[in-house]
């Protein structure tokens, strides 16, 4: 069952990659700033929050509903708090028959919060899939072009120059090789970060072997990889690319996609004000203000959760994470103004809370 899910998402990664992609290159044109896949992530991202659209929608007006409820069952809730404090079980069989009076659903507080957290890991698993099929199909076109260009300058060389060494055939022929691999690679960027399939952060730009076929966090994680044909391959790439001319490590990024990620994040935990969580059957006041710490707690672990995603993998999700959390921030806006012109209309007109 396991191998089947990550197959399915391994399938998601390849509709990225050999879908979208292949169509943003169709018509796009690649700007100095932003490459093809910097736009397909983009897209990606809009088309997503289209098609989830009408389940934000529904959870916004559920996570409403409960929360209208909420304000109406409060006072009677902290009455049964007072009345049954000491009698546990009294105290369960109040608050449900209370919740089932008002028809609160109790599991509609935390279902934001599951779907959302689904969707992102689904997401998060499909980039790392498109992440991983792009470097492996990136290296056999390197290996192809240094091999052809090894064995073409090899053989030209022994009958231009039949009296020549061996060796410094061979040595003419690396040389050559080296070249057309440097020349032939060509890295997708987004702004200051030089290639998008890799952390806007101090990583270097080109991968080296532990981090390309290595596993664990903020590995690619490639199987099968010969480690001295990879070096061949891509060690001119990455003497080219990962050390700049002072002879020093260059950055991949700036942290630019990871700092604006998090401060949006952040101001999504401070603008948008969370649902309040529904007393639990049976749960003391102790137990109910541990609950309300715990949320808090969680409204501001989030954006740092996202930050170290940010920190761990690509740019490219990192870029998808900054655009979900800019679009999130307006759609929840736009939902609190609607809702507050919806409270400020039925105010004026002296209607009360109707429960449905």
């Given amino acids: 069952m396991g191998s089947l899910f990550a197959a399915s998402l391994n399938w998601i990664g390849k509709i990225i990659y050999n879908g979208l992609y292949s169509w943003v290159q169709t018509w796009a044109t690649e700007q100095s700033w932003i490459s093809y896949f910097a736009i397909t992530v983009i897209l990606f991202t809009i088309f997503l929050k289209l098609i989830l659209l009408p389940l934000d929608v529904w959870q916004k007006v559920l996570t409403r509903k409960n929360q209208l409820?909420?304000?109406?069952?409060?006072?009677?809730?902290?009455k049964i708090q007072e009345q049954y404090g000491s009698d546990r079980e009294a105290l369960m069989r109040s608050q449900r028959a209370l919740y089932k009076k008002y028809k609160y659903k109790t599991f509609a507080a935390c279902l934001p919060s599951i779907v959302t957290m689904?969707?992102?890991?689904?997401?998060?698993?499909?980039?790392?899939?498109?992440?991983?099929?792009?470097?492996?199909?990136?290296?056999?076109?390197?290996?192809?072009?240094?091999?052809?260009?090894y064995t073409t300058t090899l053989e030209a060389e022994r009958a231009a120059n039949p009296e020549q060494g061996e060796a410094d055939n061979i040595k003419k022929a690396v040389i050559e090789a080296e070249k057309a691999?440097?020349?032939?690679?060509?890295?997708?960027?987004?702004?200051?970060?030089?290639?998008?399939?890799?952390?806007?952060?101090?990583?270097?730009?080109?991968?080296?072997?532990?981090?390309?076929?290595?596993t664990g966090l903020g590995k690619i994680g490639i199987t099968g990889v010969d480690r001295d044909e990879y070096n061949k391959v891509m060690g001119p790439i990455m003497d080219t690319y990962n050390i700049n001319e002072k002879g020093k490590k260059q950055w991949n990024g700036y942290l630019v996609l990871p700092i604006i990620s998090i401060l949006?994040?952040?101001?999504?935990?401070?603008?948008?004000?969370?649902?309040?969580?529904?007393?639990?059957?049976?749960?003391?006041?102790?137990?109910?203000?541990?609950?309300?710490?715990?949320?808090?707690?969680?409204?501001?672990?989030?954006?740092?959760?996202?930050?170290i995603f940010a920190l761990l993998y690509s740019t490219a999700f990192t870029l998808y994470m900054t655009i979900s959390a800019g679009l999130t921030l307006l759609l929840n806006l736009g939902f609190n103004f609607v809702f507050k012109m919806i409270d400020k209309k039925r105010a004026s007109q002296g209607i009360s809370v109707v429960i449905k």
């Fill in 118 to 149: 689904v969707i992102f890991f689904i997401v998060l698993s499909g980039f790392t899939s498109s992440v991983k099929y792009h470097n492996v199909k990136m290296f056999e076109k390197l290996q192809e072009t240094y091999n052809t260009t």
């Fill in 181 to 214: 691999v440097i020349a032939d690679y060509d890295p997708e960027n987004f702004l200051l970060t030089k290639n998008i399939f890799m952390p806007d952060t101090w990583k270097p730009p080109v991968p080296n072997v532990y981090t390309y076929a290595g």
């Fill in 264 to 307: 949006l994040n952040f101001l999504s935990s401070i603008l948008i004000k969370p649902p309040e969580q529904p007393a639990m059957a049976g749960q003391t006041a102790e137990q109910q203000k541990m609950q309300k710490s715990q949320a808090k707690m969680m409204q501001f672990m989030m954006p740092v959760m996202m930050g």
């Fill in 69 to 78: 409820k909420m304000e109406v069952m409060k006072p009677e809730l902290n």
